[in-house]
């Protein structure tokens, strides 16, 4: 097959952030694992990316033990691992070698943050020559504060703040983003379905 299923940081570092209790898709291992079960029915490859911030003592810094799949994920042998430490998948990883080496031209991308690492990784393949899509449901995010709000304040005030983006705002900022220009935009149904 010329596809590949990319899995963007649906790791245990994002449990551990004071905004998961907010997030767009709490059912996000359920969702990856039907897009993989998907793909792995059609013999298309799976790659698992993991977000990672050597030294930075967050909890992306590998030493603290959180930079690893969600409880519920499974890779297969063969199904490669990598570690990125940019926003998209590409930049600092051997992904697109990979992909073209293996002669993978279209990709669907699932994951965590809509906005921030899927979207980034979307609009990087669509730029690399790739057909992507965006398995929209299958990803999360949660809500993003106003920039000018205090960094000091708990999550739960800053969600209340009117200048937050809410999350089916920051979803749909993405799907306008993204659609007719670097990604079909699907639902996991759409995605398995055909």
């Known amino acids: ?36 079960a998907g793909a792995r029915a059609q013999d298309e490859l799976v790659v698992w990316v993991l977000g990672s911030r050597p030294g930075s003592g967050t909890v992306f810094d590998p030493a603290r033990g959180h930079v690893r799949l969600m409880e519920g994920l499974d890779p297969r042998a063969g199904e490669p691992v990598i570690t990125k430490t940019a926003h998209n998948a590409f930049t600092t990883t051997n992904l697109h070698q990979m992909l073209t080496a293996r002669g993978i ?63 089916a705002d920051v979803i749909a900022r993405t799907e306008y983003a993204l659609a007719g220009r670097f990604a079909a935009v699907r639902t996991v149904d759409q995605v398995i379905g055909g």
């Open 1 to 36: 097959m010329n596809r590949a299923l990319v899995v963007i940081d649906v790791q245990e570092s994002f449990r551990r952030l004071p905004d998961w209790e907010f997030v767009s898709q709490p059912a996000i291992v359920t969702q990856v694992n039907r897009l993989v």
């Open 105 to 167: 031209r279209e990709l669907t991308v699932c994951g965590i943050r809509t906005e921030q690492c899927c979207e980034t990784t979307a609009r990087i393949a669509s730029d690399l020559g790739f057909d992507v899509v965006f398995a929209v449901d299958a990803t999360a995010t949660t809500p993003i504060p106003h920039r000018d709000a205090s960094a000091d304040l708990p999550f739960a005030e800053l969600v209340a703040d009117p200048r937050t983006l809410g999350v």
